[in-house]
């Protein structure tokens, strides 16, 4: 069946940087676009970014834009997010999904908290 | 930006009974809208894509409808599984952004 483990949450100083992976399993991972979402403890969900087939295009949420990077590589079947300049709202947990529109499924998430 | 607007922020209700969510967008999104369940400590499960097509593997109790600014999830008999957070989601415009939610209590 269809699996995203996400890693790579740490707590982090603001400023700091972090990179987060999803590896993917159970479809044809380089067919489907991909897509990161996050949540912030107690609060609702926002989209962070998503990535094309190939990764040839990409598109990320104004509160992000400049500050993260969304990639992909499809020979490891994984999905990745570079966050750098980070700050105190960007601790969440951090989601990776299948697909870009109908997001499905999602990971279970993976715990980012940006603190001094 | 759009802007999506669910209500009852809150809604209390029994098992057996029937639920619905509504959830408003601040300018047409077409039916490019899809509803998620939430429970708690666990990720995101989509019910809902394109306003009214059921996810796999989603109960046929649970339909969506509207276009353009207005949507409902309806929920037809609540089930003990059901109680949760919900939230509706537009996809339009190269941008994706989410309400705030509805969470659906046990009366």
């Known amino acids: 069946q269809v699996q995203l483990v996400e890693s790579g949450g740490d707590l982090v100083k603001p400023g700091g940087s972090l990179r987060l992976s999803c590896a993917a399993s159970g479809f044809t991972f380089s067919d489907f676009y991909m897509s990161w979402f996050r949540q912030a403890p107690g609060k609702g969900l926002e989209w962070v970014s998503y990535?094309?087939?190939?990764?040839?295009?990409?598109n990320y949420a104004d509160s992000v834009k400049g500050r993260f990077t969304i990639s992909r590589d499809d020979g490891k079947n994984s999905l990745f997010l570079q966050m750098n300049s980070l700050r105190v709202e960007d601790t969440a947990v951090y989601y990776c999904?299948?697909?870009?529109?109908?997001?499905?499924?999602w990971g279970q998430g993976t715990l980012v908290t940006v603190s001094s | 930006e759009i802007v999506m607007t669910q209500s009852p922020g809150t809604l209390s209700m029994s098992p057996g009974e029937r639920a619905t969510l509504s959830c408003r967008a601040s300018q047409s999104v077409d039916s490019n809208l899809a509803w998620f369940q939430q429970k708690a400590g666990q990720a995101p499960r989509l019910l809902i894509y394109d306003a009214s097509t059921r996810a796999t593997g989603i109960p046929a109790r649970f339909s969506g409808s509207g276009s353009g600014t207005e949507f409902t999830l309806i929920i037809s008999s609540l089930q003990s599984e059901d109680f949760a957070v919900y939230y509706c989601?537009?996809?339009?415009?190269?941008?994706?952004?989410f309400g705030q939610g509805t969470r659906l209590d046990i009366k």
């Open positions: 989601q537009h996809y339009i415009n190269w941008s994706i952004t």
């Open positions: 999904a299948k697909g870009h529109t109908m997001t499905s499924p």
């Open positions: 990535i094309d087939i190939r990764g040839s295009s990409t």
